[in-house]
């Protein structure tokens, strides 16, 4: 069973850090582009940082600068560096990934989201 478990949300005050870890496990054949998104209470979920499986990187405008994107391809991990954190950050942020999964004896393509973590910043 493929699955992605997010950990490191958590309480912090505005103006702190935090250290998201998204990791992959499973019949994975192959990972593509990895991302995260964030849902604040009563709003759409939406796209915070994105990252190809060559490591290239793009950025909400309301995250550039202070959130940083990395992947290590050997640990199927995706991580989210969020540096000066503000309360309007506060959001479950949920990862996803495009893999290519083995099913008995073929490959397929799948989006894959993982059960979300909650980041609340006080202020």
């Known amino acids: 069973q493929v699955q992605l478990v997010e950990s490191g949300g958590g309480l912090v005050q505005a103006g702190g850090s935090l250290r998201l870890s998204c990791a992959a496990s499973?019949?994975?054949?192959?990972?593509?582009?990895m991302a995260w998104y964030r849902q604040a209470p009563g709003k759409q979920r939406e796209l915070v940082a994105h990252?190809?499986?060559?490591?290239?990187?793009n950025y909400d405008d309301s995250v550039k600068g202070r959130f940083t994107i990395s992947r290590d391809n050997a640990e199927n991990t995706v991580y989210l560096q969020m540096n000066s954190l503000k309360p309007e950050d506060t959001a479950v942020y949920y990862c996803?990934?495009?893999?290519?999964?083995?099913?008995?004896?073929?490959?397929?393509?799948?989006?894959?989201w993982g059960q979300g973590t909650l980041v609340t910043v006080s202020e």
């Open positions: 996803n990934a495009d893999m290519v999964v083995q099913i008995l004896n073929s490959y397929r393509q799948f989006r894959y």
């Open positions: 499973g019949n994975i054949f192959s990972i593509n582009a």
């Open positions: 990252i190809t499986s060559s490591g290239s990187t």
